[in-house]
């Protein structure tokens, strides 16, 4: 090849080597600025997240009445001039309700609910709200001629309900019926109010003599307890307990139906 094109030649390669160059860098840019764009939607999101811790870590957290979670919980936060509307709640506490308003600039919020007195005050149990069984023992009844005499039983029965509740509202020893008020109580800590009453009923035979017992308890909010709508509830006021156990063991054993 003649040497006059040589120079030729390099330059062309200097100048393709260049292009090269740019096409590369143009490339990596390119890359860059895909990524910085797949990137901001996440970005953008993060900034719009609001971390919401709560104590118990059992508590249920409902955002706009739909459950988010339990314990903790990332919420979108609400548009400008929106609100959402944040509630929680645990059993043995006392539920909290709160706002989120759009302009809310904090990236986490932490809450702790309050122990609610009803259950701190009370005490679970599987025997209300239904009757049981006592087999009353021989030295509370008598039983001539085929009749059966359980004064002796109602009296002691009288006896016990009455380090309980005030009076006894209705009594038929005759009838084999007796039924104390409805007795009220309220808590510390809680808008809660429970009621309670004892029934008993007399279910005897010859062959048989027992008493049929139930313990009612039921429960309101401090309004619905206002106009009367309580609803039964398997929890017994703590002082309550013990009258359990006496009816079951000072006149006689406990049967289950």
Not at 209 to 223: L, N
Not at 236 to 243: C, H, M, N, V
């Amino acid at each position: 090849m003649n040497c006059k094109y040589r120079p030729n030649i390099i330059t062309l390669l200097e100048i393709l080597e260049k292009n090269n160059l740019i096409l590369l860098t143009m490339k990596k840019l390119l890359c860059l600025a895909v990524l910085v764009i797949a990137c901001l939607p996440s970005i953008y999101a993060k900034n719009k997240l609001m971390k919401i811790n709560v104590e118990p870590v059992q508590a249920a957290i409902y955002v706009n009445n739909t459950l988010m979670g339990y314990g903790y919980v990332e919420i979108v936060k609400p548009k400008k001039n929106e609100v959402a509307i944040l509630s929680m709640e645990c059993e043995g506490y006392k539920p909290l309700l709160t706002k989120i308003y759009g302009n809310d600039k904090r990236e986490s919020v932490s809450y702790a609910l309050l122990e609610d007195g009803f259950y701190r005050s009370s005490a679970s149990s599987g025997i209300v709200n239904k009757f049981f069984t006592v087999d009353i023992d021989p030295r509370y009844y008598t039983i001539e001629n085929g009749k059966i005499d359980s004064t002796p039983a109602w009296k002691m029965i009288h006896q016990i309900l009455l380090n309980y509740f005030d009076e006894v509202s209705a009594t038929d020893y005759y009838g084999g019926y007796l039924q104390t008020p409805w007795q009220y109580k309220t808590f510390n800590l809680s808008e809660k109010k429970i009621r309670n009453r004892v029934t008993i009923r007399d279910i005897s035979t010859p062959d048989r003599v027992a008493f049929q017992i139930k313990i009612s308890s039921e429960v309101a909010g401090s309004m619905a307890a206002k106009n009367g709508e309580f609803t039964e509830v398997d929890r017994i006021p703590k002082d309550l307990e013990p009258l359990i156990e006496e009816l079951q063991t000072r006149i006689g054993k406990a049967h289950s139906l």
